[in-house]
């Protein structure tokens, strides 16, 4: 019995030292417990600061050598620097035309002359105010009749009126009256009247540019220089009076005539100087006839008297109806 013990009790032993051998070989290693040198750090920049990176080792990054201050070159003076040269390896640009050489210019050739510009039409003269007195003879339906006749012009340098009156036994009378401004232009028309049984009337309006009718026609545009078919004498007698020389015979002049019922376009050639033996004596003229170019237009003859002051000695109007009516100057004064 106490020989079976000692067998089981030294297999025991042997079974524990194997064990203990076995544990000793491949068992964990029971270390001294420490506070550990990667936790802390992390920890603690969690809590205070932002992350940083772990520094590098000393034993692989060299210290940097700080820069000495005077190792960075001057800069360049761009005054004195010289154009840079184009890169041999890069295209030349394609060469430009060669201009041909301008010839010589010698006594031999000389230049061209410049044309002169064209001159500037004269300021207007208008006429002096005058009050004329005119005979008139006419014929209407085939009957002949005599008048007579008064003309009133005047102005005071910034505004003129024109008046014509005509008068005739058991015809009644008719008049025509135009008012309006003095421009540098000369006459601008505002306002045309012609009352024989019934007054009709023209309105210029500048500011919209618009000439109005009466008589039902439809508005039509104004442009500058447009006369009634009374003020355009006088802005006839405003140019002829300003330069006599610009006008030579054969000249033509256009104007633009609103009348009653619309705008024709005057067309008017002046003549050679006439002298005219009148009811109110001899007169030196020059005569302006308007180019008839349609069948209904009115034929206007008129002669410009310098002797008063460029204003009409005669005035002949045919209708296209065969009336006539024409005015001759007889007698003049001071309006």
């Known amino acids: 019995m106490p020989h079976a013990w000692r067998r089981l009790l030294l297999c025991a032993l ?15 290693r029971v270390q001294a417990p420490h506070v550990s040198t990667i936790a802390q750090p992390l920890v603690y920049a969690l809590e205070s600061a932002p992350v940083r990176p772990p520094p590098v ?8 050598r700080p820069r000495p201050a005077t190792a960075l070159p001057a800069p360049p003076v761009l005054a004195e620097a010289p154009a840079p040269e ?17 010839p010589a210019v010698s006594e031999a050739t000389p230049l061209p002359a410049a044309a002169p510009p064209e001159p500037a039409p004269p300021p207007a003269s208008i006429p002096g105010s005058l009050r004329l007195k005119y005979g008139i003879q006419g014929e209407v339906k085939g009957m002949a009749y ?14 003129y009126e024109a008046r014509l009156e005509v008068g005739a036994f058991l015809l009644g009378s008719r008049v025509q009256g135009s008012r309006g401004r003095i421009t540098a232009e000369g006459l601008q028309p ?23 009718f ?16 009374l003020s355009v004498f006088m802005q006839l007698a405003s140019q002829l009076a300003s330069q006599p020389g610009l006008y030579p015979p054969g000249t033509e002049l256009a104007l633009q005539v609103a009348g009653l019922r619309g705008i024709d376009t005057w067309r008017l050639v ?5 002298t005219l033996t009148l009811p109110g004596g ?54």
């Open 86 to 102: 184009p890169a041999a390896e890069t295209e030349p640009p394609s060469p430009e035309p060669t201009p041909e050489p301008a």
């Open 282 to 335: 001899e007169l030196l003229t020059r005569k302006l006839s308007r180019v008839v170019e349609g069948k209904d237009d009115l034929r206007v003859d008129v002669w410009l008297a310098p002797a008063l002051n460029w204003l009409p000695a005669r005035i002949r109007l045919t209708q296209a109806s065969g009336d006539t009516i024409d005015q001759q100057w007889r007698g003049s004064e001071a309006p």
């Open 214 to 229: 009466s008589e039902g026609a439809p508005a039509a545009a104004l442009s500058a220089g447009t006369q009634d078919p």
């Open 146 to 159: 005599q008048a007579s006749g008064e003309l009133l012009w005047a102005h005071d340098g910034q505004d």
């Open 270 to 274: 002046i003549g050679a100087e006439e």
């Open 57 to 64: 080792p000393t034993a692989t990054r060299a210290p940097r």
């Open 14 to 28: 042997l079974a524990l030292a194997a064990h203990l051998l076995l544990l000793a070989l491949f068992g964990p």
């Open 190 to 212: 505002q306002r045309f009247t012609d009352r024989s049984r019934r007054e009709r009337i023209t309105e210029f309006d500048h500011a919209q540019a618009q000439v109005r």
